[in-house]
């Protein structure tokens, strides 16, 4: 029986995304794919927002369905793109992500040390690609910049791509922060190649500084909220306390495939049996390990579980300059005597954060003038904003527990 493979998927970010070839749909209904299902978008942002309980799996479809309408945007201004590169193009984007772990960003180096989603996303691409005969070779070619033509990785992994074009729309819809509500559509109607690079028409100034300076209000209101940086904060420290403890010699309950990464110490190179236990992982291994661990014997351990899973979290102090050592010595000597320990350095947390919401150094957004000229965004003379939003902005947060 044949399987019709060119479905529509209704989408309320975007209305109707379809897919267009065949091995598209084949990728995502691979396992590896379908566990984005259970990997949040934004890890523990719902204790904020709670209608922040979108996946990766919403924001994969949607960055291919802006892949798909920028490569028809760029045929109709004559740029060449054969059947082939809109293809593995559109397979390139869904499977940017495929390499996250549980609550994604937070626990990335914790899991298997430094291992970066973006390299797992590539170790996962080529299984698949022996699976599916190599039609995924063109596609990791584009993800990793190695294909001829720049602008398919620009359109993946640049300062304007189709990632982050998706993922602002989405996540403003799912927070209801509508500071992030970026045109999409403007923007991708904006977008032309030159020299085989990405550019944007100069007109499209406008809708660019808007897009750059929402991307800032978005970190700073919703991805870098005191307590959605501290969560993510928290969550790092329960798993380092747990592999801590876990090779103290004390036996903790969790998944046998949690167990196994809180066991495991070297990842020089990832095994067969690292991968399959990897993809085997999700949000609701951590969630239920936490939910066991809240009544550990460890003070710590059990200290920190209960605070993200009753949603109970330590008070925060929010500064734009750092915290001297004599207020937070101060504040870890009050723990240690308030609850009769000697780990108070445990409940305390200094965290920095720093956002640079345009890098005029690292892939400048190019701008194409009438004359055929390309300019950087930042030497434009119509640029309003561009010059502030290339400078950082630092903000430090102090956490510590309610009862001190």
Known sequence: MHTNKFKIINDPVHGFISIPHEILFDVIEHPYFQRLRRISQTGLLSLIFPGATHTRFHHALGAMHLMFTALETLKMKGVQIS???????????????????????????????????????????????????GELSVAMEMFQGKYSRK???????????????????????????????????????????????LVIDAKGIYSIENFLTARMFMYWQVYYHKTAALAEHLLVKILKRAK?????????????????????????????EDVRRFTE?????????????????????????????????????????PFTDEFVTAKINAANEKFSIQSGAELVDHISLS????????????????DG????????????????????????????????
């Not at 956002?355 to 009438?370: A, G, M, R, W």
């Open 83 to 133: 059947k082939d590169e809109e293809k593995s193009a559109m397979l390139a984007i869904l499977l940017h992500d495929v390499g996250h772990g549980p609550f994604s960003h937070a626990l990335e180096n914790m899991l298997m040390d430094d291992w970066h989603h973006e390299k797992l996303s590539l170790l996962l691409m080529h299984k698949m690609n022996q699976e599916l005969g």
């Open 151 to 197: 602008f398919f990785n620009q359109l993946i992994s640049s300062q304007l791509d189709v990632d982050r074009l998706d993922y602002l729309k989405r996540d403003s819809f799912y927070t209801g922060v509508s500071e992030g509500n970026v045109n999409a559509q403007r923007i991708i109607s904006m977008m032309n190649v030159a020299d085989d690079e």
């Open 244 to 272: 801590e403890l876990t090779h103290l010699g004390v036996s903790l309950p969790a998944s046998d495939n949690l167990k196994y990464f809180l066991n495991k110490t070297h990842f020089e190179s990832a095994s067969e």
């Open 281 to 321: 992982l999700d949000d609701n291994d951590i969630i239920q390990a936490m939910k066991f661990w809240a009544c550990h014997d460890d003070f710590v351990l059990s200290h920190l579980c209960q605070w993200v899973i009753e949603r109970r979290f330590p008070k925060t102090i929010i500064s734009s300059k």
């Open 355 to 370: 956002v640079l919401p345009y890098n005029t150094e690292k892939q400048p957004i190019y701008l194409l003038q009438k």
């Open 373 to 404: 000229r390309k300019i950087t965004l930042d030497r434009s003379e119509n640029q309003l904003l561009s010059t502030s939003i290339s400078q950082p902005t630092k903000r430090f947060i102090l956490a510590f527990p309610r009862e001190i």
